[in-house]
């Protein structure tokens, strides 16, 4: 990744880097996040429409897929969009329109890393998976999760090492994102337990809007047959390398079809930080965040690859959820950053 590449408008070699696409998971998702693109954007709208199209068609009446499209554009209940039936697959469905979005502007990106969910909204854009197999993964997926017992997950700002202590009862260690944010998963009762130790130790905590025990255990039993759904469908190789979230490698051919691997992404931790770590590795890199929020480019901006200079983030959406006008403006700020860092065909739609 660290050549040269030569631009239609002269950009030099110190400005013009490859990119790489964050699909950020479950933490990220608001209200109507990124519906003010529905209007302004039709690559998006389409992409949206063809996925919520995909997810919907798998569920009958009272099933995960079903009202979708109506609790995205209208619901005004925070509780509603942090339910696992909800988050998982409108995060999956925003992930991968605005992959495509950016893809519509000519940028042919050299990776595509995800965290959690994130990851199968990579899967579709590299050609892992069609956008209808991967629906049916995630549609499944949300199904036996729905039913599992309450649980949640926490942010702390401390080393995996730090927290190893405190855990207990089936409490662990369900995200590395930074060098200092450890994400604990389990059950409600457990974790308040060990998140109040942890308060009283004199860490600085934070709650990740979920109501699933997302990266832990307590999803095993809920998961139990996935994996002979998942191997019903057909896999392809990856077109654009995959950093995987789970194991901080590039995605080989054996892992995508590989149903366990798919099938256990629930229970397993997710290695944001030794991924990206892997990522920035192979070269300076402009790190676009397709995906709702800026949770991602906060992380990615303590890496010192970025904090150097060398690599750039440029997020898609705002840090906020705001009005439409704010989305708009966010997207349209995005594609003038990407024109000046990246490398692109002279001729592009922005």
Do not use: C
């Not at 996040?33 to 798998?58: I, N, R, S």
């Amino acid at each position: 990744m660290n050549g040269v590449r030569p631009t239609a408008d002269g950009k030099d070699e110190a400005a013009a880097r490859p990119v790489a696409l964050l699909l950020p998971g479950q933490g990220s998702q608001h209200l109507r996040m990124a519906a003010g693109l529905v209007a302004a954007e039709p690559v998006f709208a389409g992409a949206m429409d063809e996925a919520l199209t995909a997810l919907t068609d798998l569920g009958g009446p009272g099933e995960a897929g079903t009202g979708l499209r109506e609790d995205w554009l209208g619901t005004d209940d925070p509780a509603v969009m942090d339910h696992v039936t909800r988050s998982q697959p409108l995060l999956f469905a925003v992930d991968y329109a605005l992959g495509r979005l950016v893809l519509s502007w000519g940028v042919r990106p050299v990776a595509l890393l995800g965290h959690s969910i994130g990851e199968v909204a990579a899967a579709v854009l590299s050609g892992v998976f069609t956008l209808r197999d991967a629906a049916a993964m995630v549609h499944d997926r949300v199904s036996r999760l729905a039913d599992a017992p309450p649980g949640g997950m926490v942010a702390v700002a401390a080393g995996p090492e730090e927290v190893e202590p405190f855990l207990t009862d089936g409490v662990v260690v369900g995200a590395v994102n930074a060098a200092r944010q450890t994400v604990l998963a389990g059950l409600d009762d457990p974790l308040g337990t060990v998140t109040a130790a942890l308060a009283g130790a004199g860490f600085v905590l934070q709650r990740v809007p979920a109501a699933t025990a997302f990266h832990s255990p307590a999803l095993a039993p809920a998961m139990s047959g996935a994996e002979e759904r998942i191997a019903t469908l057909p896999v392809g190789e990856p077109r654009i390398p995959v950093m995987s979230g789970y194991t901080a490698r590039f995605l080989t051919p054996a892992e995508a079809k590989d149903p366990a691997f798919w099938s256990r992404q629930p229970v397993a931790p997710v290695l944001f930080w030794p991924a990206l770590d892997a990522l920035l590795a192979q070269g300076d890199l402009v790190l676009v965040e397709a995906g709702p929020g800026q949770g991602l480019s906060q992380l990615a901006r303590r890496h010192p690859a970025v904090r150097s200079g060398g690599s750039a983030i440029v997020p898609l959406l705002p840090a906020r959820p705001g009005t439409a006008e704010d989305d708009v403006a966010a997207v349209r700020a995005a594609a003038e950053a990407l024109r000046q860092l990246a490398p692109l065909p002279a001729a592009r739609a922005v």
